[in-house]
Structure formats: structure tokens, C-alpha cells
């Protein structure tokens, strides 16, 4: 199943440099890893933002709550989900 996911990420602007720094560098590790995997399809940030546009290959929307749970920055993002399904007019046949 894919999902489009919408992350904002807003950080305290009093959060320690060092907490924060850590957790960008953990959330990296973890989308990285994630990606490798080819669970996280698309990582596209959002010009002018501190946000990005995300597209996760994932068996069930269990699996996306879980997925997007475990996120170092979760406790710090607003998040939108969309699942997608295909279109109709699509010509791409693997751009499930
Ligand atoms: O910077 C962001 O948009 C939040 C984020 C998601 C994956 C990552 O490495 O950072």
C-alpha cells in the first residue's frame, strides 16, 4: 500500500542544540535505513520549509501508525496521511 505523508517538523525553539542535533542525526539514520529497505519510496523537502513530502510502501495502515511511531522527531511533527491507489489513467504499470 502507499501512503503520501505530509511531515512539519517544529522543534521547541528552546530544545538544547545537542537534543536536537542528535535527533536529526537519528531520524536520518532510521529514513535512511528505511529507504534501503524500500519502505520509504520518496523523501522530498518541501521548499521554504521546514517540512517534506514522503511516500511510504508499507503492507497495512498498522504498519504506516508503527512505521511513522517510531520516528525520533515524531513527538515534534504534525503529520498528514493520503493513502493513494492507482489511476485509472495512469500509463506506468509499476507505479504501485
Ligand atoms: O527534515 C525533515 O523533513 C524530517 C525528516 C524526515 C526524514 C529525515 O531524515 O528528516
Redesign the pocket.
Known sequence: MLFHVK?T?KLPVDMDPAKAAKL?AD??EL?QRLQREGKWRH?W?IAGH???YSVFDLASVEELHDTLMQLP?FPYMEIEVDGLCRHPSSIHEDDR
Request: no cysteine; hydrophobic share 50%.
Open positions: 511531515m517538523v536529526k531520524e536520518k529514513a523523501l523537502r521546514y517540512a517534506n522527531l
